[in-house]
Every structure is written in C-alpha cells, then in structure tokens.
C-alpha cells in the first residue's frame, strides 16, 4: 500500500488546497450554505472534518451555551464511525446515518405522526379494494352478493379459520379444498381455482387488518407509529415503518409545519450531509425547507453537502438532481486528487467529461501502470493469469477484479449456491426485480438487501455476535425494547444460563443451525426468546414458518399469477434445498457483504461493491452489456471519439459512465482495463473507442 505520509506536496498546491477549505470558512462566516462538489480521491472526508472543526472554533462557544448541536449526516454507519473517530470526543456534533436522525426529529411528534399514518392506512385499504374490484384473480368474489361477500366475511374472520388459512394456504389445492368444506360447499365458484381463493382471502385479511388499525388510531389507547431500522418493508397494520416511509413522513411532517422547521434550526443551526449524490432526493427537500425557512425568519441555518455528481450510482440517489431541489446553494470544487497516480487521474478525466478537471497533489507519485486490452470474452482467465505474473501479484498485493457478472463475483467469492437460489426465485425473474437482484443479495450495505436476505443476514450475525466473547447482552437484544417483566430477569444467574443456551447453538447447514435455534424459542425462557425475537423482526417462531415466509417473498406473492400445484411443490423444494446449504458457504456471504473476505491473491467485487474504496491493483473487465441492457458499456464507449460533453448523455449512458469513472477511480497505482468482446463485436472499433481514452496506454499482450 502506498504510504501517502511519505509524498511530497509543493507548498504552491498545499496553498491553493487550503484556499479551498478557506472557502468554506468564509461561507461559515458570511451564513451562506455550500455544496462541496469534488472527484474521486480528493479528500471529501478531510475536507468535511475540517469543516467541522472550523465551525466549532468559530461557533462552538456560542452553541454550547445555547444548547445546541451540528447535525452530520452520513450514507452507511462505517462512514460514521470513520467521521466520529476523526473529530474525536465531541459533544457538539452528532454523526449518524440520515434515518438514526430523523426518526431522533420527528418521532417525539406523536399526534403528527399518527395522521399522516391514518393517511398512509386509508391509501393502503383503497389500493386492495381496488385490486378486489380490478385484477381478474379477484372475478369470483366480484360474482358474489352482497350478502355472500359478508357472510364469506364472517366465516373467514374467526380465529380458528384464520390460522388454518395460514396454516395450508401455500399447499397443494386438494389439501387447502379439505381444510375449508363449509366454504366449498357455500361458495363452490370461489373455490373453483384455488390459487385465486387464496389470494382473495389474503386481500380481505389484509384489509381486515389495516381497517382495525385504523380504527384503533382514533383511540388514545393506540400504539405509537415506531421506526424500525430492521425492517425494508412497512408493518402498517401493527404501526411500524421501514426506511422509505420514514423519510417520507419526515418531509410531510417539517415541510408541512413552519414551527417544526424553526424548532430544528434552532436546535441544530447547521446540517453536513457526506455522500450527497445517493442521498435520497425526499431527504434533500426535507433539508431545503428547512433552509429556506430559516432565512425567511431570519435564524442561522448553514447547510453543507459533500460529493461528486459524478459517483451518483444508485437510481435512488439525488445526483445532479440537487441543484433542483435545494437552490441557493454556494459551490465549491477541488480539482486536486490525493488518492491515484496522474496517469490515472488523466483517464479519469476524460471518462467524466463535464468539465471538472482534476490534477494530482504531489509532486512526484510512485511508479504507475495503466494497461488497456481489448480481446475476446474467451481471453478473460490469461489477462487474469498475466497480470499476476506482470504485477507480481500475491496475498501482501493483491489483485482486485471488478466484474460486471453478479453471478461470477459471487462464484469467485465462494456463495456461488446462495446466488444460485436467488436467481433462479420466481420474484427475480419478473419484470425488472432481476435488476433488484445485485443490491439485493450484493450490496455491502445492510439498508439495502432484499427482505428475505436481510432476515438471513440478521441470522448470521447473531450467530457471530454469539460466538464473540467481547458481544455484550444489549448487542443482542434492545434493554430499552424489553417488557418490563423480562427487564426483572436480567440477574447473573439467568444471563449465565442464556449466554450457555446461546453458546450451544450449532449446525452445519442453516437449516440445522435454525432448527436448534428454534427448538428452545418460546419454552419459557423471556430472555432467550426476546434475543431470537429481535433478531428475527418478523412473525416467525420455526423453521416451518421461516420457510413459509421464504415461499411468500420469493415465490407467491410476486404478481397476479397463481402458481400450480407443481410449482409450489418445487418452490417449497427449492427452499429446502437453501437451507440444507453448508454453514460456511452462508458466512462466505456474510463476510462478503462486511468487507470481511478472507485474505487471498485475487479479490472480486461487483463495481458497486467497490464504491468509497481504493486498491494499488485493479482489472476492469468490460463488456458491451450489463444486466439486461444488452448496449450499456458500447453505447457508452461510442460517445468517446467524439467527447461528448457529459451533460448531453442519455440517462442510460450518464448510468454507465458514472459507474466506469467510480470504477477507474478505485486504483492507486496499477490499472488494466480490458474489454471482452462478443462474437458480433468488431475488436478494431472497440479499440478505437477506448483508444481515445487511454491514449499512450501499454497492451497487455
């Protein structure tokens, strides 16, 4: 690894760096907010911290007095970690991801809340009554009178219906007949095609309860509408909200109300958000009525983003989109680059083509290769051999290989069978929910895996939390989630029984590690249930209704269709067959998604995966297609001949070239960008494309 200590950097660029931090001093001074927009490998996070600092020697009296704090808002807890460890021990700057924050705001405004959550319960019940008027799986309850839809009603809402319903509803046709004669026989037309049956019957139940939660909302007996950092979807009926949701009631409740925006500005008279191009566009709007209401008033408010445009690759991110949403703003950019070579720098210049131009810091960097290799897709195993031999690669340097092949990174990275699973999963191969399959299964980020990952996830890092002597009981269970007639058992004697109970979990499949996890869930131990509870989140108290869960996330509840017999059978079949996957190859996949690999000479990653980080060697393999977009990197590559300014690309080909500039940006010292042709794929225009980028660059062969 470079040690970047020992490079030297002329006292004419230190100058015009600090002129550049200077900047922001002098927006703190005039009250002006700013948008710190800057490449890869400038230094964003110095200059944050820096930021930070300056604002507390100039207002840190003066907030400490009034009791007020700096909000620094971040994308992932790691970036959080990194920020507080570099401010060390202050109390006047809170850092936290952006969802910690807001629930922190706005969940003390109860009343608030629970109208916009009536709202939101109102538009969930008219969207399943409208589904029973409008989707064809719901005709044979449309034939039915009023009178049968209430006695249907009445029969399917008592208790004992209820849970056989859910007991058999995901089972053969002829087995969910046999569990409801009377409605057979009453309504034969309903039960005509079971796999309609039951999600009519699903419809009605989830109306049931959304309606009875509505109506417990004008109750001063209501539960409160709570926040909960496990979930990704909305529990509407019992008034929980996931991620999403929360950012939306945020904006509604402070947009909506002027004396919230003057309660936040007041108490937290200046916003630093890092990472602001995936910041999520609800959260921008929030902050800019903030803004715009506090100079309206006439309070103090300083707002500070921090990022580059061009490393916006997530759809869900503001991107240039900022500038639209939060007006006013002064910009401020840095064209030097503290990370690579000026050789890759050079590259990476042209690929973003929007006019910022970056130059490195030092005066002198060390030795530096850039390769470009355009071959075959068959060649890809010799450059992967011949740049081992060529950079002398090994465990203490080693290769990084971006691929672009989801499927391939995670052969490679040894859960092959895991994405195989997924894959292969009825709601991945619908429509456009394959494209959710990498931030899904992929993503190194725990907000965004899919449902049914993130529970698996929650599982394995229970599991390692366990076997770590250093875990403490809170890490396992949340004390302040705790009823308070468990809360009286935390006494030595029943910790040292849990922890005992929790240290003889074992298996060397999940499905056998689960099994004995489950076997001592709800036996009378409060403690031990409470840790499997919130790990799990969800209404799952065996492996028989995990793998229900599984059948309805992954299989069933995808789309209007209604599955067979056969393919239930062989849904149900797939999951067993998950589950039975060795417990090595699933903490494979943890390990992954921690950035916790084992050490090895080759490392692979998706491009995404490699967001926020930087190696000294990097293989770019390039193809013409990515996901289903069969021309993503060849339509991208046609615009380089003729340097087509990047403020004209198609949103298509602004994705792509975001995403290769974040790529080339990730290495220091070496880079091999090699592109594997296709059959029809001409190499000669190939290389012409990307020669007009990598001018003077060596071939691998």
């Known amino acids: 690894m470079i040690d970047y200590k020992k490079l030297k950097i002329s006292d004419t660029n230190r100058i015009k760096e600090q002129q550049i931090i200077d900047q922001i001093g002098q927006c703190i001074d005039d009250g002006l907010s700013w948008i710190f927009n800057a490449g890869a490998g400038s230094g964003k996070t110095y200059a944050l911290e820096q930021s930070l600092k300056m604002l507390l020697d100039k207002k840190g009296p003066q907030f400490y007095i009034h009791g007020q704090k700096v909000l620094c808002i971040t994308y992932t807890n790691a970036a959080a970690d990194e920020i ?13 991801t952006i969802h910690e924050r807001m629930w922190e705001i706005i969940g003390p405004y109860k009343d608030q809340l629970m109208k916009l959550h009536r709202t939101k319960l109102r538009e969930a019940i008219i969207e399943k009554k409208e589904q029973l008027q409008e989707q064809s799986w719901a005709q044979a309850y449309r034939n039915l009178s009023e009178q049968q839809k209430n006695e249907l009603l009445e029969k399917i809402n008592s208790e004992h219906v209820r849970d056989v319903f859910f007991q058999v509803c995901n089972s053969k046709a002829q087995t969910v007949r046999a569990a409801f004669p009377e409605i057979a026989e009453e309504f034969p037309g309903l039960m005509k095609n079971i796999g309609n049956f039951t999600k009519i ?59 919230l925006k003057q309660i936040i500005c007041d108490k ?34 300083l707002v500070g983003y921090y990022g580059d445009i061009r490393q916006n690759i997530y759809d869900r991110g503001v991107g240039a989109k900022i500038f639209q949403l939060h007006k006013g703003l002064t910009p401020i950019q840095k064209e030097f680059n503290r990370r690579s070579s000026p050789k890759i720098i050079g590259v990476a210049n042209l690929i973003r083509n929007d006019g910022l131009i970056q130059q490195s810091i030092y005066e002198k960097f060390p030795t530096s290769e850039i390769l470009c290799e355009v071959c075959p897709a068959t060649a890809r195993d010799e450059i992967v051999e011949k740049l ?4 002398k690669i090994s465990i203490d340097n080693p290769l990084h290989c971006f691929e672009l092949t989801n499927e391939l990174v995670a052969k490679k990275s040894g859960f092959e069978d ?93 499905a056998s590690y689960l099994e004995k996890l489950f076997e001592f869930y709800q036996l009378g131990d409060d403690l031990y249930d409470e840790c499997i509870r919130y790990t799990i989140a969800e209404e799952i108290d065996s492996l028989v209704s995990l793998k229900q869960y599984m059948l309805e996330c992954l299989f ?146």
Not at 640 to 655: H, L, R, V
Request: some cysteine; overall charge positive.
């Open 418 to 510: 895991i994405y195989d699973f997924f894959k292969n999963c009825r709601y991945y191969k619908r429509g456009r929910n394959y494209e959710l399959l990498r931030d899904h299964l992929l993503a190194q980020d725990e907000t965004k895996l899919g449902d049914v990952q993130k529970l698996l996830f929650r599982l394995l890092d229970f599991k390692k939390k366990v076997k770590n002597d250093k875990t403490s009981i809170n890490n396992l269970l949340q004390i302040s989630r705790v009823h308070p007639d468990t809360k009286s058992k935390f006494n030595i004697i029943n910790i040292r029984a849990l922890v005992d109970k929790l240290h003889s979990l074992s298996g060397e499949t999940l």
């Open 388 to 391: 081992c031999d060529r950079w």
């Open 84 to 96: 507080k460890e570099r401010l060390g021990n202050t109390p006047l700057v809170l850092v936290s």
């Open 268 to 301: 937290y008279p200046a916003v630093f958000v890092d990472e602001f191009q995936d910041t999520n566009p609800m959260v921008v709007k929030t902050i800019s009525s903030i803004h715009h209401h506090a100079l309206k008033i006439g309070h103090s408010f």
């Open 201 to 259: 019957i699903r419809c009605l139940y989830s109306i049931n309860s959304l309606a009875k939660a509505l109506d417990k909302t004008k109750r001063k007996t209501c539960p409160k509408v709570k926040y909960d950092p496990r979930l990704n979807t909305d529990r509407l009926s019992k008034m929980l909200i996931s991620h999403d949701t929360l950012l939306e009631y945020s904006y509604l409740l402070i947009s909506r109300n002027e004396r």
């Open 556 to 701: 069933v509840n995808v789309d209007d269709a209604v599955l067979t017999d056969l393919e239930l059978q062989d849904s149900s079949t797939s999951i067993d067959n998950f589950l039975n996957i060795k417990m090595d190859i699933f903490e494979c996949w943890y390990d992954f998604i921690n950035r916790t690999d084992k050490k090895s000479d080759i490392i692979y990653h998706t491009f995404h995966s490699t967001k926020g980080l930087e190696f000294d060697n990097v293989l770019i393999l390039l193809t013409k297609k990515f996901g289903r977009d069969k021309e993503y990197f060849s339509s991208l590559l046609k615009t380089f001949p003729e340097k087509i300014d990047a403020k004209y690309d198609s949103t298509e080909i602004g994705a792509a070239r975001n995403l290769f500039y974040v790529a080339v940006t990730r290495a220091t010292k070496k880079l091999c960008v090699a592109y594997l042709a296709d059959e029809q794929e001409q190499l000669s225009d190939v290389e012409l494309q990307l020669g007009s980028i990598f001018t003077k660059v060596n071939s691998l062969t």
